[in-house]
T-cell receptor
């Protein structure tokens, strides 16, 4: 079945460092891909998404490119801030595109001043 | 615009007891989801409603879990009887439709502890 694998956390970075959180997926067909973020004490919220191969999703300085050839959707940010400290979840909506999200296990990011 | 509301926020029960969670989605959202998030894992879909009909309940443990969405608005998720492994955060989400362009908005969750 469909699945998502994220890099293990926690990831600890200094402010202004470059961030990459790896995400790979297994799915039949052409899933849509998402990154969700959960800030401390808050609910899950959509960060960015891509619905077809080679699409780039972007928001708040974060970017991720849908790479079908490597089945990946890595999250990147050029310069992280303390306020980016959160748990990041990669997810896919399977080939049926019914809204059923399958999430990775989450990666905790801690940014130190 | 009000977000997805859930109650209670926290619940502690003994194993074999019953518990119910309530969700009020964003007004006008036809699709409602219940997810279970066990500590250290990503959310797992339990059940998806489109209006008041069930779209997917393939991962709902039907011997102990039940959910309803009467009148296509509010929804209730029930566990009876609870087991230790049901300890988790139960998340409700809603969206206007069920396609990839329909963003799912999540509530704050209900944290259940089963002792």
């Amino acid at each position: 079945g469909d699945s998502v694998t994220q890099m293990e956390g926690p990831v600890t970075l200094s402010e202004e460092a470059f961030l990459t959180i790896n995400c790979t997926y297994t799915a039949t067909g052409y899933p849509s891909l998402f990154w969700y973020v959960q800030y401390p004490g808050e609910g899950l919220q959509l960060l960015l998404k891509a619905t077809k191969a080679d699409d780039k999703g972007s928001n708040k300085g974060f970017e991720a490119t849908y790479r079908k050839e490597t089945t990946s959707f890595h999250l990147e940010k050029g310069s992280v801030q303390v306020s980016d400290s959160a748990v990041y979840f990669c997810a896919l909506d399977g080939s049926s595109n019914t809204g059923k999200l399958i999430f990775g296990q989450g990666t905790t990011l801690q940014v130190k001043p | 615009e009000a977000g997805v509301a859930q109650s209670p926020r926290y619940k502690i029960i003994e194993k074999r007891q019953s518990v119910a969670f309530w969700c009020n989605p964003i007004s006008g959202h036809a699709t409602l989801y219940w997810y279970q998030q066990i500590l250290g894992q990503g959310p797992k879909l339990l059940i998806q409603f489109q209006n008041n009909g069930v779209v997917d309940d393939s991962q709902l443990p039907k011997d102990r879990f039940s959910a309803e969405r009467l009148k296509g608005v509010d929804s209730t998720l029930k566990i009876q009887p609870a087991k230790l492994e049901d300890s988790a955060v139960y998340l409700c989400a809603s969206s206007q439709g069920q396609g990839p362009t329909d963003t799912q908005y999540f509530g704050p969750g209900t944290r259940l502890t089963v002792l």
